[in-house]
Protein backbone atom coordinates (compact mmCIF):
# COMPACT_ATOMS: atom_id res chain seq x y z
CA UNK A 1 0.00 0.00 0.00
CA UNK A 2 0.81 3.48 -0.82
CA UNK A 3 2.22 5.60 2.28
CA UNK A 4 3.50 9.37 2.66
CA UNK A 5 5.61 10.64 4.93
CA UNK A 6 6.11 14.66 5.84
CA UNK A 7 8.06 15.93 8.61
CA UNK A 8 9.06 17.92 10.73
CA UNK A 9 5.76 17.62 12.29
CA UNK A 10 6.22 21.14 14.18
CA UNK A 11 8.66 24.04 13.74
CA UNK A 12 9.88 26.60 14.60
CA UNK A 13 11.89 29.09 13.25
CA UNK A 14 13.34 33.01 13.64
CA UNK A 15 12.32 35.69 11.32
CA UNK A 16 15.24 35.19 7.95
CA UNK A 17 16.20 31.44 8.57
CA UNK A 18 16.44 29.04 6.21
CA UNK A 19 13.80 25.89 5.90
CA UNK A 20 13.61 22.75 4.73
CA UNK A 21 10.45 20.60 4.97
CA UNK A 22 10.49 16.84 3.38
CA UNK A 23 8.36 14.36 2.19
CA UNK A 24 8.66 11.22 0.92
CA UNK A 25 6.24 8.53 -0.35
CA UNK A 26 6.44 4.73 -1.05
CA UNK A 27 4.38 2.34 -2.55
CA UNK A 28 4.37 3.85 -6.08
CA UNK A 29 5.95 5.42 -9.03
CA UNK A 30 5.99 8.55 -10.90
CA UNK A 31 3.20 10.31 -8.54
CA UNK A 32 2.62 14.23 -8.67
CA UNK A 33 3.40 15.70 -6.02
CA UNK A 34 2.15 18.70 -4.31
CA UNK A 35 2.90 21.17 -1.80
CA UNK A 36 0.18 23.08 -0.09
CA UNK A 37 -0.37 26.10 2.54
CA UNK A 38 -3.42 26.08 4.81
CA UNK A 39 -3.15 29.67 7.11
CA UNK A 40 -5.46 29.18 10.21
CA UNK A 41 -9.18 28.77 9.38
CA UNK A 42 -8.49 29.02 5.99
CA UNK A 43 -8.35 26.81 2.85
CA UNK A 44 -5.86 25.01 1.00
CA UNK A 45 -3.91 27.32 -1.13
CA UNK A 46 -1.37 25.29 -3.64
CA UNK A 47 2.17 26.31 -3.57
CA UNK A 48 3.80 23.75 -5.90
CA UNK A 49 3.41 20.82 -7.84
CA UNK A 50 5.77 18.30 -9.66
CA UNK A 51 4.55 15.52 -12.41
CA UNK A 52 8.33 14.50 -12.50
CA UNK A 53 12.04 14.47 -11.25
CA UNK A 54 13.15 17.95 -11.73
CA UNK A 55 9.95 19.26 -13.30
CA UNK A 56 8.19 21.89 -10.60
CA UNK A 57 5.03 23.89 -11.70
CA UNK A 58 4.99 27.32 -9.28
CA UNK A 59 1.44 28.65 -8.42
CA UNK A 60 2.07 31.52 -6.22
CA UNK A 61 5.27 33.19 -6.62
CA UNK A 62 6.96 34.06 -3.07
CA UNK A 63 10.37 33.41 -1.14
CA UNK A 64 9.73 29.86 -1.00
CA UNK A 65 10.95 27.21 -3.72
CA UNK A 66 10.38 23.55 -4.13
CA UNK A 67 12.98 20.53 -5.40
CA UNK A 68 12.51 17.20 -6.48
CA UNK A 69 15.70 15.11 -6.64
CA UNK A 70 14.33 11.89 -6.94
CA UNK A 71 10.92 10.48 -8.26
CA UNK A 72 8.77 10.09 -4.94
CA UNK A 73 11.08 13.03 -2.65
CA UNK A 74 9.53 16.33 -2.51
CA UNK A 75 11.26 19.01 -0.44
CA UNK A 76 10.02 22.88 0.29
CA UNK A 77 12.78 25.34 0.90
CA UNK A 78 12.91 28.98 2.01
CA UNK A 79 16.68 30.78 2.08
CA UNK A 80 15.32 33.22 4.22
CA UNK A 81 11.73 33.11 6.21
CA UNK A 82 9.10 35.81 6.77
CA UNK A 83 6.61 35.98 9.66
CA UNK A 84 3.97 35.66 6.59
CA UNK A 85 5.73 31.87 5.84
CA UNK A 86 3.80 30.51 9.47
CA UNK A 87 1.13 28.47 8.58
CA UNK A 88 0.48 24.39 8.39
CA UNK A 89 2.40 22.67 5.17
CA UNK A 90 0.74 19.83 4.01
CA UNK A 91 2.35 17.36 1.39
CA UNK A 92 0.68 15.24 -1.31
CA UNK A 93 0.84 12.95 -3.77
CA UNK A 94 -1.87 11.34 -6.53
CA UNK A 95 -1.49 9.15 -9.52
CA UNK A 96 0.06 10.18 -12.32
CA UNK A 97 -1.94 11.86 -15.02
CA UNK A 98 -5.25 10.15 -13.53
CA UNK A 99 -8.26 12.53 -13.08
CA UNK A 100 -9.83 10.03 -10.70
CA UNK A 101 -7.02 9.54 -8.36
CA UNK A 102 -7.46 11.38 -5.77
CA UNK A 103 -5.34 13.47 -3.71
CA UNK A 104 -3.45 11.74 -0.55
CA UNK A 105 -2.26 13.99 1.93
CA UNK A 106 0.80 13.37 4.73
CA UNK A 107 0.15 15.04 8.18
CA UNK A 108 1.55 18.22 7.60
CA UNK A 109 3.91 20.43 9.46
CA UNK A 110 3.28 23.14 11.54
CA UNK A 111 5.65 25.91 10.90
CA UNK A 112 5.72 28.78 13.18
CA UNK A 113 7.85 31.87 12.39
CA UNK A 114 9.03 34.43 15.42
CA UNK B 1 -6.85 28.86 -11.93
CA UNK B 2 -9.91 27.49 -11.34
CA UNK B 3 -12.04 28.98 -8.27
CA UNK B 4 -13.95 27.45 -5.63
CA UNK B 5 -16.39 29.00 -2.88
CA UNK B 6 -17.67 27.69 -0.23
CA UNK B 7 -20.28 30.13 0.97
CA UNK B 8 -20.67 28.98 4.68
CA UNK B 9 -18.36 28.91 6.88
CA UNK B 10 -19.67 27.33 9.47
CA UNK B 11 -22.86 25.33 10.19
CA UNK B 12 -24.07 23.49 13.12
CA UNK B 13 -26.24 20.33 13.12
CA UNK B 14 -27.70 18.05 15.68
CA UNK B 15 -26.64 14.57 15.94
CA UNK B 16 -28.69 12.11 13.60
CA UNK B 17 -30.03 15.00 11.18
CA UNK B 18 -29.10 15.80 7.32
CA UNK B 19 -27.33 18.68 6.46
CA UNK B 20 -26.09 20.11 3.39
CA UNK B 21 -22.73 21.76 2.78
CA UNK B 22 -22.77 24.38 -0.45
CA UNK B 23 -19.97 24.47 -3.12
CA UNK B 24 -19.97 26.18 -6.10
CA UNK B 25 -16.88 26.57 -8.78
CA UNK B 26 -15.64 28.14 -11.77
CA UNK B 27 -13.86 26.38 -14.77
CA UNK B 28 -14.00 26.78 -18.68
CA UNK B 29 -13.32 22.86 -18.86
CA UNK B 30 -15.33 19.96 -19.90
CA UNK B 31 -14.16 17.31 -18.16
CA UNK B 32 -12.86 17.62 -14.81
CA UNK B 33 -13.07 15.81 -11.02
CA UNK B 34 -15.00 17.01 -7.93
CA UNK B 35 -13.65 16.15 -4.67
CA UNK B 36 -15.11 16.51 -0.98
CA UNK B 37 -12.19 16.39 1.93
CA UNK B 38 -12.75 16.06 5.40
CA UNK B 39 -10.61 17.70 7.80
CA UNK B 40 -10.80 16.77 11.39
CA UNK B 41 -8.81 18.23 14.44
CA UNK B 42 -6.04 15.94 13.96
CA UNK B 43 -5.86 17.98 10.52
CA UNK B 44 -5.63 14.46 8.53
CA UNK B 45 -7.15 15.13 4.90
CA UNK B 46 -9.36 12.36 4.49
CA UNK B 47 -11.40 11.84 1.01
CA UNK B 48 -14.73 11.64 1.95
CA UNK B 49 -16.44 11.19 -1.82
CA UNK B 50 -15.19 11.95 -5.59
CA UNK B 51 -17.51 13.30 -8.69
CA UNK B 52 -16.45 12.84 -12.64
CA UNK B 53 -18.14 15.62 -14.59
CA UNK B 54 -19.10 13.67 -17.09
CA UNK B 55 -20.84 11.35 -15.22
CA UNK B 56 -24.23 12.82 -14.59
CA UNK B 57 -24.81 10.30 -11.68
CA UNK B 58 -23.94 11.67 -8.20
CA UNK B 59 -21.81 10.15 -6.22
CA UNK B 60 -22.61 8.20 -3.16
CA UNK B 61 -20.69 6.30 -0.26
CA UNK B 62 -22.57 5.13 2.30
CA UNK B 63 -23.94 8.62 4.67
CA UNK B 64 -22.31 10.77 2.12
CA UNK B 65 -24.03 12.23 -1.07
CA UNK B 66 -23.24 14.95 -3.58
CA UNK B 67 -25.61 16.82 -5.43
CA UNK B 68 -23.84 17.59 -9.00
CA UNK B 69 -25.40 20.48 -10.70
CA UNK B 70 -22.90 20.85 -14.03
CA UNK B 71 -24.20 23.56 -15.82
CA UNK B 72 -25.28 25.45 -12.68
CA UNK B 73 -21.46 24.62 -11.55
CA UNK B 74 -22.54 22.86 -8.39
CA UNK B 75 -21.47 20.25 -6.32
CA UNK B 76 -23.06 20.11 -2.76
CA UNK B 77 -22.06 17.64 0.08
CA UNK B 78 -25.57 16.18 1.62
CA UNK B 79 -24.46 14.08 5.57
CA UNK B 80 -27.49 11.97 6.61
CA UNK B 81 -27.79 10.19 10.16
CA UNK B 82 -24.94 13.27 11.20
CA UNK B 83 -22.36 11.86 13.76
CA UNK B 84 -20.14 13.28 16.09
CA UNK B 85 -17.42 12.12 14.71
CA UNK B 86 -18.75 14.04 11.43
CA UNK B 87 -17.20 17.57 12.99
CA UNK B 88 -14.54 18.21 10.98
CA UNK B 89 -13.42 20.85 8.50
CA UNK B 90 -15.09 20.24 4.70
CA UNK B 91 -13.31 21.49 1.90
CA UNK B 92 -14.63 20.95 -1.37
CA UNK B 93 -12.08 20.55 -4.42
CA UNK B 94 -11.64 20.43 -8.41
CA UNK B 95 -8.99 18.65 -10.23
CA UNK B 96 -8.18 19.33 -13.92
CA UNK B 97 -4.50 19.41 -15.26
CA UNK B 98 -2.45 18.01 -12.70
CA UNK B 99 -3.94 20.70 -10.95
CA UNK B 100 -6.16 20.53 -7.40
CA UNK B 101 -7.88 23.64 -6.22
CA UNK B 102 -9.80 23.68 -2.75
CA UNK B 103 -12.45 26.14 -1.49
CA UNK B 104 -12.12 28.21 1.67
CA UNK B 105 -13.97 25.38 4.19
CA UNK B 106 -16.91 24.62 6.14
CA UNK B 107 -16.80 24.53 9.71
CA UNK B 108 -19.22 21.64 10.62
CA UNK B 109 -20.40 20.99 13.98
CA UNK B 110 -22.32 17.96 14.99
CA UNK B 111 -24.08 18.99 18.50
CA UNK B 112 -25.22 16.08 20.47
Known amino acids: SQTIHQWPATLVQPVGSPLSLECTVEGTSNPNLYWYRQAAGRGLQLLFYSVGIGQISSEVPQNLSASRPQDRQFILSSKKLLLSDSGFYLC?????????????FGNGTRLTVT | AQTVTQSQPEMSVQEAETVTLSCTYD???????LFWYKQPPSRQMILVIR??????QNATENRFSVNFQKAAKSFSLKISDSQLGDTAMYFCATYNFNKFYFGSGTKLNVKP
Open chain 1, 92 to 104: AWSGSGQGDSPLH
Open chain 2, 27 to 33: TSESNYY
Open chain 2, 51 to 56: QEAYKQ
